[in-house]
């Protein structure tokens, strides 16, 4: 029998959106997809309205850039004149309709991620991680929300061996329905910490939050919790109520099943000793941090319920890079030493800031060079933002930042407590600050660029790339942590 090229046929789509196709019939569908700017030829396009903008204006530019067809709401298909379209009441439930009807046809061992830091980075290892065992679909970027999700899962080949979801949330309520679709064989919570306080009364309620994963936990299923987190016992005992045949703590702890043994912390890279569910495994990871190691037991604990190959992925994991905009390192070569940018511009809190800190104060400079943080605003921390900006001034201290630029009006409050050798500058918006930023990195430096999304960083990150190699001559290389 010879594989169809296709992710889905005519058919089998318009069965799973429940739609009525309007002009010509494309041979197959290769894929999925919500945006018209980077749609592929032979892919679907569906019309999602969000807030700011709504797919069905773009409809038309999509078929014209290829697409095999897209599917619209019947209160808006007479104004489009492209064809062909696949009609249906709400485009948004006739994508959740395809990722239903992805999970049912699929024999995929299925991993669900989750957690209030690690999300990411724990899902690309994963994929790193399994897929020299069988085929691997995972979420793209961070593709985790209510359209997120559905997307990945409307993705995911019917010959995939294993999937990787990652599933986030702001509120209390999301992240139920995202796992009921799902409906994971093996859930991960990385770690339950102080984030999106603005929307929740206390850390209790966003660990309540978390459990919502376990909710759609397939029968006989596993949970990986972090046996170092405070909420190990409350997550262990939900998920047993929703099912859980097989529970693993990954951490320090003695009693954890996938137990840390030995870990050294490297510059750019890091090795471990660990035993896995019984198995002892020595391996590199290829991205320096302890927060990376310490999810890397969750990664191999998962690979190993899976089925997976523990040596292959232990492998795998050498190799392995962080995420852009979480990690991700761009080095750039000079005669009098190099530069290295940190791009942590993705997302910013409490615990990823201390993680982010740390990593750098172990980072190698060249002689001369400086550890030089450059942290932007981190949002959605309630009533107490202040003081959880001021606090990070203890962590940057114990690791010896030598410089550090703050951006945004709750990054005044971290400022202030800093001692003034160390305060380089401050901006309210961040790209108030790319002169003077440019003006002061020199070679031998480390920057470490971190805050959330919405501060915008990522500007800077991208300034550095774009005028470091002119200023130095430089020849501008990327390499991953």
């Known amino acids: 029998m010879v594989e169809s090229k296709f992710l889905w046929s005519v058919e089998d789509f318009l069965a799973a959106t429940g739609g009525r196709l309007e002009g010509p019939a494309p041979g197959g ?7 018209s700017r ?16 709504d797919g069905h204006d773009f409809a038309a530019a999509a078929l014209e850039a290829g697409a095999s067809l897209a599917v619209v709401g019947q209160d808006r298909a007479g104004a489009i004149s492209a064809r062909p379209l696949v009609v249906v009441a709400d485009p948004l439930e006739a994508l ?86 799902i409906r994971p064989h093996i859930a991960i919570v ?4 102080p984030v999106h306080l603005a929307n929740f009364e206390s850390i209790d309620k966003i660990a309540g939050a978390k459990a919502e994963i376990f909710e759609g936990l397939e029968p006989g299923g596993a949970a990986i919790l972090n046996s170092d987190n405070n909420y190990f016992a409350y997550l262990s005992a939900t998920s047993k109520v929703f099912g859980a045949d097989t529970i693993i703590g990954f951490g320090h702890t003695k009693w954890a099943e996938a137990r840390l043994e030995k870990v050294s912390l490297l510059a750019d890279c890091s090795t471990a000793t660990a035993d896995i569910m019984g198995q002892k495994v020595t391996y590199k990871i290829g991205a320096p941090g302890q927060h990376l190691v310490d999810n890397s037991l969750a990664v191999l604990a998962a690979v190993s319920l899976a089925g997976a190959d523990l040596a292959l992925a232990a492998l795998a994991l050498a190799s392995w890079s962080a ?17 290295t940018v940190v791009d942590e511009s993705y997302n910013a809190n409490p615990a990823s800031m201390r993680a982010a800190i740390a990593t750098l104060g172990r980072s190698e400079v060249a002689a001369g060079g400086r550890r030089i943080a450059v942290l932007g605003d981190m949002l959605e921390l309630g009533p107490n933002e202040a003081a959880l900006h001021r606090d990070l001034a203890g962590p ?9 630029f703050t951006v945004g ?27 003077t930023l440019l003006d002061e990195v020199r070679p031998g430096d480390v920057v470490m660029i971190k805050g959330s999304f919405a501060t915008g960083l990522g500007v800077l990150v991208q300034g550095l790339e774009r005028n470091l190699a002119a200023k130095y001559e430089m020849r501008a290389g990327s390499a991953g942590m």
């Not at 569908?29 to 945006?35: H, N, P, Q, R, T």
């Not at 980077?38 to 700011?52: D, L, S």
């Not at 940057?396 to 550090?404: N, S």
Request: no cysteine.
């Open 323 to 339: 995420p852009s905009g979480r990690g991700r390192r761009h080095v750039f070569r000079t005669p009098r030493g190099p530069v």
């Open 38 to 53: 980077t749609i592929e030829p032979g892919e679907a396009f569906i019309a999602i309205a969000g807030e700011r903008m």
């Open 190 to 193: 990385t770690t339950v910490e």
């Open 96 to 181: 959740r309709g395809l990722a239903r009807a992805a999970r049912a046809r699929s024999r995929a061992r299925v991993i669900a991620v989750t957690g209030s830091v690690g999300k990411t980075g724990t899902k690309e290892a994963l994929r790193a991680a399994l897929s020299p065992s069988g085929e691997t679909h995972a979420s793209e970027a961070s593709y985790n929300n209510q359209w997120g999700v559905p997307l990945s899962l409307a993705r995911l080949p019917e010959s995939a061996r294993f999937a990787v979801f990652e599933v986030g949330m702001n509120h209390a309520g999301e992240i139920k329905p995202l796992s009921k679709l």
């Open 396 to 404: 940057l201290g114990e690791a010896g930042i030598d410089l550090v």
């Open 29 to 35: 569908i290769s894929g999925v997809s919500i945006d």
């Open 409 to 435: 009006r709750r990054m005044e409050n971290l400022r202030d407590a800093l001692e003034r050798s160390v305060r380089a500058g401050h901006a309210e918006r961040a790209g108030e600050l790319e002169d």
